[in-house]
């Protein structure tokens, strides 16, 4: 069982700057994929920016020149710097985790998600 648990939402005036961390804590034979995905009021949730085991950092292209994600040495951290935020980006934000290991000859990559931290954006 993998525990997420995101942190550093709150509010801010457009054009302004926050920052998302969302840390996992599981077994040590956890090799990490992780992500952020957001989710506004009445719509899908979707895919924000993430990082996977070999270090490859995707981005929506809405945020793409804003946002910039990082983690930290022991890849169990993911940050999500977020910049020059406009109304368009509130909404809840949540990190997914992806645990790959192997158990027997076979490779299991079960999928957790935190309970969301909130970012909002006032015009």
């Known amino acids: 069982q993998v525990q997420v648990v995101e942190s550093g939402g709150g509010s801010v005036q457009a054009g302004g700057s926050l920052r998302v961390s969302c840390i996992a804590s599981?077994?040590?034979?956890?090799?990490?994929?992780m992500s952020w995905y957001r989710q506004a009021p009445g719509k899908e949730r979707d895919f924000v920016s993430g990082?996977?085991?070999?270090?490859?950092?995707r981005y929506a292209d809405s945020v793409k020149g804003r946002f910039t994600s990082s983690q930290d040495n022991g890849k169990n951290t993911l940050y999500l710097q977020m910049n020059n935020l406009n109304p368009g980006d509130t909404a809840m934000y949540y990190c997914?985790?992806?645990?790959?290991?192997?158990?027997?000859?076979?490779?299991?990559?079960?999928?957790?998600w935190g309970q969301g931290t909130q970012v909002t954006v006032s015009s």
């Open positions: 599981g077994p040590t034979q956890c090799h990490y994929d």
């Open positions: 990082i996977d085991r070999a270090g490859i950092t």
């Open positions: 997914k985790v992806t645990c790959s290991y192997l158990s027997g000859a076979q490779w299991l990559s079960p999928q957790y």
